[in-house]
């Protein structure tokens, strides 16, 4: 029996062998791209989120340089005033 490899469950079909192979290897892969579309979405929702609230920020502090320099150039007005 040299060189025969052992196969504790031998098979006396090779074609259903192979055939159930691929279809674990299709649904294991199917699996990892479901996982990493829902990791994807995560992230981008979480990117997004800050993406808005930088935005908003952005936004925010402008109008208050646009209020800032209201203020100064109505301070200015007062001191050329008096």
Do not use: C, W
Request: no cysteine.
């Amino acid at each position: 029996m040299r060189g025969r490899v052992y196969n504790p469950n031998p098979n006396p079909n090779p074609k259903v062998e192979l055939h159930e192979l691929e279809e674990r290897k299709s649904l294991h892969m199917n699996t990892l791209i479901e996982n990493h579309q829902n990791a994807f979405a995560e992230i981008k929702n979480y990117y997004n989120a800050i993406t808005q609230d930088n935005l908003s920020l952005i936004k925010s502090l402008k109008e208050e340089v646009v209020e800032m320099k209201k203020k100064d150039a109505d301070n200015e007005k007062v001191t050329i005033f008096f």
